[in-house]
Antibody
Framework: EVQLVESGGGLVQPGGSLRLSCAASGFTFSTTWMHWVRQTPGMGLVWVSHIKSDGTTITYADSVKGRFTISRDNARNTMYLQMNSLRAEDTAVYYC??????????WGQGTLVTVSS | QSALTQPPSVSGSPGQSVTISCTGTSSDVDYYNRVSWYQQPPGTAPKLIIYEVSNRPSGVPDRFSGSKSGNTASLTISGLQAEDEADYYCNSYTSSDTWVFGGGTKLTVL
C-alpha cells in the first residue's frame, strides 16, 4: 500500500523558515517523480514544485521560485521542501504526491503551515 | 502560470449527467494530452480520477469520463450519485515543464 506522510508543518513568523518532509513507502521511491502541492484553507489547489526521480530535474511555481527548495534522499525514501522567506500567503496545507503519467497519482494527508506574527 | 478556468459550481439531480469544463491555453491544455482530474470530498485529500485526458485509474467508476477539444478539457459524471458531491479540480502539464491547476468546481447533488 502506497503511503505518503508529510511532517514539519507549524506556525512560523513572516520571514522565517520551515522544512517539510514527506516519508514514502509501499512503492519504489527512487524511480518515482514527486510533487509538492498546496491548498489554502477553503481555497483551491496550487502546484508548488516537482522533482524527478534522480533529483536532476527540478521545477518551481513562480510564486515560490528563489524561496523554496525541493530535494530528495532516495536512500531514506524521503522528499523535502525547504521554505525560506515565508509570507502570509504561503499559509496552506502542503501535500506531497507521487507522479504517474504527469498526474498526481497518490497524495499524503497534508501538513499545515501557518505564517503569522 | 495562470490557473486554468473552471466554473465555480455545478449541480445536478441523482441519475443525471453533469459536465465540468477546464479552459487553458496553447501552452498547457492544448499543448499536451496531459490533463488530469481530481475529486476532493470535504475534509479529505484529493484523489486522482482521470489522467492523460481520458484514462481512469483502477477503481474509478466508468461513470467518470474525460475529454478534450483544443484548449478546453471536460469531465463528465453520468448517473450522478450523492457520494459524487465534492470539489473537482483539473490539472495540466505545461510547455514550461510546470503544472497548473484549475480553480476548482463545487459539485452539488440536489
Amino acid at each position: 500500500e502506497v503511503q505518503l506522510v508529510e511532517s514539519g508543518g507549524g506556525l512560523v513568523q513572516p520571514g522565517g523558515s520551515l522544512r517539510l518532509s514527506c516519508a514514502a513507502s509501499g512503492f519504489t521511491f527512487s524511480t518515482t517523480w514527486m510533487h509538492w502541492v498546496r491548498q489554502t484553507p477553503g481555497m483551491g489547489l496550487v502546484w508548488v514544485s516537482h522533482i524527478k526521480s534522480d533529483g536532476t530535474t527540478i521545477t518551481y511555481a513562480d510564486s515560490v521560485k528563489g524561496r523554496f527548495t525541493i530535494s530528495r534522499d532516495n536512500a531514506r525514501n524521503t522528499m523535502y521542501l525547504q521554505m525560506n522567506s515565508l509570507r502570509a500567503e504561503d499559509t496552506a496545507v502542503y501535500y506531497c504526491t507521487t507522479d504517474g503519467a504527469y498526474a498526481s497519482t497518490y497524495w499524503g494527508q497534508g501538513t499545515l503551515v501557518t505564517v503569522s506574527s | 502560470q495562470s490557473a486554468l478556468t473552471q466554473p465555480p459550481s455545478v449541480s445536478g439531480s441523482p441519475g443525471q449527467s453533469v459536465t465540468i469544463s477546464c479552459t487553458g491555453t496553447s501552452s498547457d491544455v492544448d499543448y499536451y494530452n496531459r490533463v488530469s482530474w481530481y475529486q476532493q470530498p470535504p475534509g479529505t485529500a484529493p484523489k486522482l480520477i482521470i489522467y492523460e485526458v481520458s484514462n481512469r485509474p483502477s477503481g474509478v467508476p466508468d461513470r467518470f469520463s474525460g475529454s478534450k477539444s483544443g484548449n478546453t478539457a471536460s469531465l463528465t459524471i453520468s448517473g450522478l450519485q450523492a457520494e459524487d458531491e465534492a470539489d473537482y479540480y483539473c490539472n495540466s502539464y505545461t510547455s514550461s515543464d510546470t503544472w497548473v491547476f484549475g480553480g476548482g468546481t463545487k459539485l452539488t447533488v440536489l
